[in-house]
């Protein structure tokens, strides 16, 4: 069936380094994909999106990656701050087919101090 | 504040109980979507409306799962006969779609449904 998932379900990383964050997605018909950072008790808050007509985008501090050929996603946290500690998902969805997103698992992503 | 908002934000209830969540979407915004949260997953769909209109729903929306959106603005989730297993956050989203396709998803704070 259809899947987004994570490499790795846990990251820590020291203060100040980049981070990155990896993602596998199967369903090819898929044209629009988001990063998701998620706090305790909290709803998903968008970070960035990419649209399949794409291979990077860069926003503030983050940049997300898209390889088509490999199916694969991927999000890059540039000089990671406390702030940076969250759960990450990655999600994507077909526009034009069934519009729902589907979500991975998530990393949680924990910033050593 | 203009975001989504959900009330309740946390329910107890005792199984076999009947429970009702609130999701209040953008005002502009004329997709609805909910969304089912268990601890260490990511969220599931359930269902979405586009306006008014239920225009899909999961398998994972049983029998006992009830969504409305009545005028098109405001919807509820209900919950009848309610299961430990129903225990979970239930997330509300929206979104502005277009002829070019769905737009960004906002996400609410969620409503966390305990079931004892």
């Known amino acids: 069936g259809e899947s987004v998932g994570l490499h790795l379900p846990t990251l820590s990383v020291q203060e100040g380094d980049n981070s990155i964050i990896n993602c596998a997605y199967s369903?090819?018909?898929?044209?629009?994909f988001i990063w998701y950072k998620q706090e305790s008790g909290k709803g998903p808050q968008f970070i960035i999106d990419?649209?399949?007509?794409?291979d990077k985008r860069q926003g503030q501090r983050v940049t997300v990656l898209l390889n088509k050929t490999v199916k694969h996603l991927s999000l890059q946290i540039a000089a990671t701050q406390p702030g940076d500690s969250a759960v990450y998902f990655c999600?994507?969805?077909?526009?034009?087919?069934?519009?729902?997103?589907?979500f991975g698992t998530g990393t949680r992503l924990t910033i050593i101090p | 504040d203009t975001g989504v908002s959900q009330d309740p934000r946390h329910k107890i209830t005792k199984r076999g109980q009947n429970v009702t969540f609130r999701c209040d979407p953008i005002?502009?915004?004329?997709?609805l979507y909910w969304y089912r949260q268990t601890l260490g997953q990511g969220p599931e769909f359930l269902t979405y409306?586009?306006?008014?209109?239920?225009?899909?729903k999961s398998r994972l929306l049983s029998d006992r799962f009830s969504a409305e959106r009545p005028k098109g603005s405001f919807s509820t989730l209900e919950i009848q006969r309610t299961e430990q297993g129903d225990s979970a956050m239930y997330l509300c989203?929206?979104?502005?779609?277009?002829?070019?396709?769905?737009?960004?998803?906002?996400f609410g704070e969620g409503s966390r449904l305990t079931v004892l």
């Open positions: 005002s502009e915004h004329n997709r």
């Open positions: 369903n090819s018909a898929s044209d629009y």
């Open positions: 989203a929206s979104s502005l779609a277009s002829t070019t396709g769905t737009g960004e998803l906002f």
């Open positions: 409306f586009q306006n008014e209109a239920q225009l899909e």
């Open positions: 990419i649209r399949s007509n794409m």
């Open positions: 999600a994507e969805i077909s526009t034009f087919g069934n519009e729902k997103l589907t």
